[in-house]
C-alpha cells in the first residue's frame, strides 16, 4: 500500500509540475529541432571515428541486453562500449513517461530496448525515428521494476532497492546519449497475433485484422475509475477462436477519455509488459496509430471439422515420453521428455526442464508421427502449455514437410517456426494457455509437427515446460 500511495504523489506531482511547465514555455520551443548544434555534430564524429580505431566497441541492443539476466541486480557496464538505434516511442501525448524505446533498425528490427530519462517532452529532443548512440561506460543495465522482463539503460542504483535501475540523469544526458543528424520513418514489423513473446519487446509493431472487445463498446481508453493504467483487450479471430492481448493505456494521456473503435482494423504499437511483467502488452504513440474501419471477423465453425489427424493427452505414459511412432530425441545433454501428473489438472502432461542437469547445453525435440495432410482441405493443429518458471529456456513448435522421420536427419530437415502462443515466464504455474489454433493449409504432403525445448543447467535458464492436449482437427474433402 505504501509503494502504491507513493507512486501516486509522485505521478500526481509530476503531472502538476508538467502543466506548469507547458504553460510557461511557447509551444514552440517544443518542435523537433532540424539540425544538430556544431557540439554534438563534432561528438558524433568523434564516437564514430573512435569506433574505426577500436578504442570505443560496438554493441547490438540485443548483445547489450544479454548482458543482464532477468530479476538480477542491475549491471554497471565498465568497458568503452556504444549501442547504437532508432527511436520508436514518444512522450508527445502522455502515454510514455520518463522513458523512451530505441530499436536496432528502422525496419525489421530484430530487438529493442528501454531507456530511462529522467526528462519529461523528450520527444523534442529525442524524436521518433532519430538515430542516436548511447556510451554506455558508466551506465547501468537492469529492469526499473525488478522482475518484470523490461530490459533498461539506466544511470543508478534505485537507492531504496538494489535490484532496480534509476533514470538516466539530465546531467548524465550530455556524456551518455548523442543524437546524429538522421531521422528515418519508422515501418511497423507486422507480426502473426499469436505469435508476439517477449524478444519483441521494445519494437514497433503492427498487428492487423483485430479489434477490441464487444464488451468494451463505447468505452474509452482508460477506466475513469483508474489512477494509472487500464488495459483494454484487443482480440483476433484465429482459425477456431479468438486470441487476445492487452493494450495498455495511461490515465495521464491526452486520448485517455477518446472511445475505443468498435469495428476492426490494424494498431500500431511499442511491445512491453505490465507493471508486475505478467502479461506482454501494447503501448500506444497516438491514436492515429490505430486504423479499424472494417468489418469485425468470426471465428470459423467447430462443426465443420470432424476429422481427427491427431491426438494426444499423453494418459497412457509414464516415464520417458514413448509414443507409438513418435520421437523423444536428445540433441544435447541429459533431459528428456517426461511423462507427470499435473495436480492442478488432474491428469497426465508431457514435461520438459533442465533444472539440476549440470548440463552445459540442453536441446531436446519431441517429435509427433506423421501427419498426412492431403486428404483434407483445412487444418488447425492446438496444444496446451504451462511451466515452471521458464527461467530463460526456451520452447518453440515447428513444421517440417521433408523430415524423414530419422533422428539422424533431424538437422537436414527444414522446420518452419509455427505461430503458436506459448506460456509466458511470468504465467503463474497453476495456469494452462492454449496455443490458440494454428492453421496448416498452407503445407502439403506428409508434415511432422516438433516441439523442440532449449536451456542449459544454468539456474537462470533451467525452466521447465509442460506440454498438453495436442490436437490436428481438419475438414475432409
Known sequence: ??????????????????????????????????????????AISKIIESIRLGTLQEKTIKQVKELYIKGNEPIKIKSNIVVVGYVISSDKTGNFYKEFYIQDAPENPT??????????????????????????????????????????IGGKIKTTDVT????????????????????KEIVPKII???????????TFIRLENVFFEASLTGKPYVDPKEDFDTQRKIQTCLGLGYDDLLLETSSFSSFSNITLPEKAGSIQAVVSKSFGG???VLNLNTTQDVAMEQERCS???MENFTKILLEENFDAESGDVDILNWINYREEGTKSWRSYTD??????????????????????????????LETTVQEFLSFETSNSFANGSELVVFISTDFNGNTAHINQATWTVLPAKIVADGTGFKNWVHSTYIELSAYSGVAYIAFKYTG?????????????????IAKEE
Open 1 to 42: 500500500m505504501e509503494m502504491k500511495k507513493n507512486k501516486t504523489i509522485m505521478l500526481v506531482l509530476a503531472f502538476i509540475t508538467s502543466l506548469f511547465f507547458s504553460a510557461c514555455v511557447e509551444d514552440s520551443d517544443f518542435t523537433v529541432p532540424q539540425n544538430l548544434e556544431a557540439e554534438e555534430n563534432e
Open 111 to 152: 530487438s529493442g530496448i528501454k531507456i530511462a530519462l529522467n526528462l519529461t517532452n523528450s520527444y523534442s529532443t529525442f524524436n521518433v525515428g532519430r538515430k542516436i548512440f548511447i556510451r554506455l561506460k558508466g551506465l547501468y543495465i537492469g529492469e526499473t521494476n525488478s522482475g518484470d522482463g523490461i530490459i533498461t
Open 164 to 183: 532496480e535501475v534509476e533514470a538516466v540523469t539530465v546531467n548524465q544526458m550530455s556524456n551518455h546519449l548523442f543524437r546524429t543528424g538522421i531521422t
Open 192 to 202: 502473426d497475433f499469436a505469435g508476439i513473446n517477449d524478444a519483441n519487446i521494445g
Open 278 to 280: 505478467d502479461f506482454i
Open 299 to 301: 471465428p470459423l465453425p
Open 343 to 372: 495436480s492442478y489438472s488432474q491428469s497426465k502432461a508431457a514435461r520438459i526442464g533442465s533444472k539440476n542437469s549440470d548440463d552445459t547445453n540442453t536441446v531436446s525435440w519431441l517429435i509427433t508421427s506423421a501427419i498426412n
Open 456 to 472: 542449459n543447467g544454468n539456474v537462470n535458464f533451467d525452466g521447465t515446460y509442460e506440454l498438453d492436449n495436442i490436437t490436428i
